[in-house]
């Protein structure tokens, strides 16, 4: 059984970082890339970045380039997401996702950016 369980999510004040991590189990890692995907409050999902099998790509999307990071523990079998610069538009909630077809998710991790 695939699982992915994110944590990390947390109240901060913007301009503030946070790093949220998904511990994955259930399948080879190492054979999937990986996604963040986030939902905002009273609005529809939104994908946030994506990092290639081997750690060697990043993909962002452009509200987020140069402020998050995606990156990879294939030995740990976890994804990361460090996130700087924080804004208040970046409260949501943020999943972990399975592969480019997104096929598996977790329960998310609650995000709060607010003075």
């Known amino acids: 059984e695939v699982q992915l369980v994110e944590s990390g999510g947390v109240l901060v004040q913007p301009g503030g970082s946070l790093r949220l991590s998904c511990a994955a189990a259930?399948?080879?890692?190492?054979?999937?890339?990986m996604s963040w995907v986030r939902q905002a409050p009273g609005k529809g999902l939104e994908w946030v970045s994506a990092?290639?099998?081997?750690?060697?790509?990043?993909y962002y999307a452009e509200s987020m380039e140069g402020r998050f990071t995606v990156s990879r523990d294939n030995a740990r079998n976890t994804l990361h997401l460090q996130m700087n610069s924080l804004k208040p538009e970046d409260t949501a909630v943020y999943y972990c996702?399975?592969?480019?077809?997104?096929?598996?998710w977790g329960n998310g991790t609650q995000v709060t950016v607010s003075s």
């Open positions: 996702t399975r592969g480019i077809t997104l096929d598996s």
């Open positions: 990092i290639s099998w081997d750690g060697q790509s990043f």
């Open positions: 259930g399948f080879r890692f190492d054979d999937y890339a």
